[in-house]
């Protein structure tokens, strides 16, 4: 099982942090936003939920401390 970042479709990006990604919306405006993992497909192992809920939550919680 690989944990696969989601991007942001029709959005370049022109960073990545710790936690989180920063894409170019026009030449004055850039969005951060923090890394959505893909889900792991059905049937996915306990172990597998366990990652990618792990990475979601804790992604999650670093941009909101971000703040």
Known sequence: ?????????????????????????????????SKLYTAPSDPASPREQWIYASKTLFHATLAMDER
């Open 1 to 33: 099982f690989a944990i696969t970042i989601r991007n942001q479709p029709d959005l370049d990006i022109i960073g990545v942090g710790g936690e989180g990604l920063v894409y170019g919306i026009n030449s004055q405006i850039v969005l951060k936003a």
